[in-house]
């Protein structure tokens, strides 16, 4: 019997390696696409779980899997220090205030 490829194995590495990417923009880019990744490369588990020898990709699931953790730690952590900087200026209005104060600057 011929084997073929669990079918969100791509789709979740594509989401994985954007989680990884865009885990610096706050943070929740990185947990959300990381988390979508997760979910997807857990649904495949499951299928794979069911009829192992029909599937041929299970490495690369365990890659991805690794990936969407890395992703949504990073975001996590950045999102983490994200709040932390916000609030050690002051809250938001602080930290809206040096956003204008910075905006001024450059005007």
């Known amino acids: 019997m011929e084997q073929k490829n669990l079918p969100n ?6 989401l994985a390696i954007l989680s ?3 885990c610096c ?6 947990l959300v696409l990381g988390g979508i990744a997760f979910f997807l490369i857990k649904k495949d588990e499951s299928t794979y779980a069911e009829n192992p020898d029909l599937y041929k990709n299970y490495s690369t699931l365990k890659t991805v899997k690794i990936l969407a ?3 949504m730690a990073i975001g996590a952590l950045y999102l983490i220090y994200t709040l932390w900087s916000v609030s050690q ?4 209005d ?3 205030d040096k956003v204008n104060e910075m905006m001024e600057q450059y005007q």
């Open 9 to 14: 194995v791509t789709i979740a590495l594509v």
């Open 20 to 22: 990884f990417l865009c």
């Open 25 to 30: 923009f706050g943070g929740v880019p990185g």
């Open 69 to 71: 953790i890395i992703g």
């Open 89 to 92: 200026m002051g809250g938001w």
């Open 94 to 96: 602080g930290y809206m």
